[in-house]
């Protein structure tokens, strides 16, 4: 070793002692060319998943303190924490007949979709929101919220939340609520349906929190039917549908047309038998959630057949295209709003796809 090479490995050393870390021997991962994420492209089989959920039904009893019984999807990449990406929380909750899960509120926010069933309502800032098949249900950041299962079947359904961002961050609180949900009653439809879920009429009431949606359902037959039009209006021969065969919506907020939650974008794709969609890659995580049908994921270099319930995770920048084998149903989440508010987007998402 020559004498500088022992001055360098001191200063290292040095370095080290002083909690202090120099740019230039780790730049490549700190500022890669292009986003190299630590999670990994995944799929979670329903047919693991909800064996797995029931049996947490059987054993584990939901109160205060755990407060839900909700089982994250944990990336294989990300060391073991319960994350689908690094912004994004997804977990499949379970609830048991006559359970009630008690009221609390924290800065993440928060959806449900039920990909099957019905019979719980959740309660979110004391207006009973009924859940079922098909239905997107908001809980946004520090509005109080419990769940309530009247029904005599258990019921599941799959939460997304902005956790893992949050906990980076370092934002997050948390209240208890009551133990008890605040309101039992069982309406087939809540009182911020009744306000605003009239077709592109808004009512004259002050709404301030412009980044949240004051709608805390979105209902399948709507999403269904618009999916539904865009497809029959191609078939006519109108403009409608993304691509050939390709219908997509997503969920907005009837007050200002933007994203439903601060930190989530939502979607429903709905792609033909035999389609493939066009290949892309995205700044940012996505989640997608097979509603309805078969096919298969090309995330990367490798492929992934789906069928009803299956989750799928898309890292940043991973190149990504679906086929149907039948005609296929998704539903999708993404932390986009975050990407996009802040200027991380690249908007030609599409070019640059490569997959073999
Ligand atoms: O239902 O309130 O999956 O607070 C994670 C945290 C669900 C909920 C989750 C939560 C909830
Ligand atoms: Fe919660």
């Known amino acids: 070793m020559t004498a500088t090479e022992s001055r360098l490995e001191h200063l290292y050393a040095d370095f080290a002692e002083a909690h202090l870390s120099p740019l230039w021997t780790q730049l490549g991962d700190l500022m890669p060319a292009a986003p190299t994420s630590q999670a990994v492209p995944h799929v979670w089989k329903w047919s693991a998943l909800y064996p797995l959920a029931e049996l947490a039904g059987d054993l584990v009893p939901v109160g205060r303190g755990g407060e839900r019984r909700a089982i994250a999807l944990a990336n294989p990449g990300l060391g073991g924490l319960p994350f689908a990406t690094p912004t994004l929380w997804a ?46 249900l908001l809980t946004a950041g520090w509005q109080f919220h419990g769940h309530h299962n009247p029904s005599g079947r258990p019921m599941a359904w799959i939460d997304g939340l902005d956790i893992p961002f949050v906990h980076y961050t370092d934002t997050g609180f948390f209240e208890f609520g009551p133990a008890a949900v ?49 497809l029959d209006l191609q078939d006519e021969g109108h403009p409608g549908a993304l ?60 492929q992934h057949p ?16 679906v086929s149907a084998d039948d005609e296929l149903d998704l539903f999708s989440f993404s932390d986009a709003p975050i990407v996009e508010r802040l200027g991380l987007n690249r908007g030609l998402a599409v070019q640059g796809a490569q997959l073999p």
Not at 265 to 294: K, L, M, W
Request: glycine content about 10%.
């Open 91 to 136: 977990a499949i909750q379970y609830l048991g007949p006559d359970e009630t899960a008690p009221e609390h509120r924290h800065s993440q926010n928060a959806f449900r979709f039920v990909v099957d069933g019905e019979g719980v309502w959740t309660v979110v800032d004391g207006d009973p929101v009924a859940m079922r098949r098909g239905d997107l």
């Open 182 to 230: 605040t309101d039992r009653t069982t309406p087939p439809t809540s009182r911020s349906e009744r306000l605003w879920a009239h077709p592109g009429l808004s009512p004259l009431v002050r709404h301030h929190d412009t980044m949240t949606s004051p709608l805390a359902a979105y209902r399948w037959e709507h999403t269904d039917a618009a999916l539904r039009a865009q």
């Open 306 to 321: 789906v069928a009803k319930g299956d989750l799928v995770v898309v890292p940043s920048w991973t190149p990504w295209r």
């Open 243 to 302: 691509t050939p065969g390709h219908a997509g919506v997503r969920y907005s907020n009837p007050a200002t047309g933007g994203d439903v939650l601060p930190t989530i974008r939502a979607e429903f794709h709905r792609v033909r038998a035999g389609i493939q969609t066009t290949p892309r890659r995205d700044v940012g995580s996505c989640v997608y959630q097979v509603f309805n049908g078969t096919g298969t994921f090309d995330l990367g270099e490798t």
